[in-house]
Structure formats: structure tokens, C-alpha cells
């Protein structure tokens, strides 16, 4: 990784920064800017392996601007409208994902409607469905990689903040064993 050299009075300046944006280090605050200014300018940064080696090398989590492969993973940590979830999962995030959806107003009809994977009115608990009482409808069990797809539209499309912190498990069939990553979506 590079360094870069910053006099004492930037460096303070990034620390206010690192707390008005809820970053933890310096190195984050950058990325965020950097991430930020590269929207605005309508530029791509291309997520390539050797990125991903680097941060690996550094220990920091990679940033993946597209969804990678989320078979063999596990969530790590998860931030949804700026609140920590405690102990979540894929599909326990989509089902908060949901709720949060559902307090915008909507019934349990049009709720239905809304989400794009497999749903019934009321309750219903075969082929792989659960019900949800708070929600009013049953769900049926998503892989990481399709709940992440809906959490992620439901974000975007209502402008619900979401990002996750997760770990591949040490699989030879996973993307990058052992690594972690973060998404985000509805920002």
C-alpha cells in the first residue's frame, strides 16, 4: 500500500471529518471521500483482484462497489438506517429490510407486492416458508446472494441506508476465503 504524507494541521481536519461521516480511521474517511468525489465525477474504480490482495495484506476490509459472490458467507456486522443490528444474518436483515419498507405505510397487500422473492398473505410454513408476524405475510428462506439482491433494491429504491461487514467461511468453493468485505446499498 502507498503512503502518503499529510502535515499535522490535514491530518486534524480528517479527524473532524472521520466524525461528522461515522468512519473509524483515517484510512476510511479517505475512501468515503474519494468514493464520494468519484460519484459526483461519475467515475469507476475498477474492484480488481490486486485490490482485493491488498487490502487482504493490510487485514482491512475490502469495499466492494458491485456485489461479489455471497455463497459461503457469513455477516460480520450490519448497520441499517444507522442502527446496529445485533446478531445478523442474510435473512435476517431482509426481513428488517422489509419491516423498515412495511413503516413507510405500507399494507400487507401491497407489501407483497413490493418484495421480489417468493411471498403469501398470512401465515403459511411449508416449501421453505416462515411466517412473520410483525410483517402479517410468510417469506420463503433466501441464499445470501438473493436476499443480499432484494435488501440491496428495497434499499436503493426507498432510500433505506444499509451496510454489512461480512467474512467468506474458509471454503474452497468461496469467492476469497477467509477475507471480509462490506456493501452498502441505499446510500
Known sequence: MPVVRISDATFVDLKSIATWLGADTPSKTIERLVREKMDALDLE?????????????????????????????????ANLEGQSLDRPNWVGLLIEMAKRVKAKGFTQDQLVKELQIPTKHDSYEEEGYRFYPRLGISIQGQSAQDAWKEI??????????????FQWRDNEKAQHPGRVGIIRAGT
Open 152 to 165: 440491496n433494491r428495497l434499499a436503493d429504491k426507498h432510500r433505506i441506508p444499509v451496510e454489512v461487514e
Open 45 to 77: 474504480r475498477d474492484a480488481g483482484e490486486e485490490m482485493i490482495e491488498a487490502a487482504a495484506s493490510e487485514g482491512e476490509p475490502f469495499f466492494f462497489e458491485r456485489t461479489p459472490g455471497l455463497t459461503f458467507t457469513r455477516i460480520l456486522a
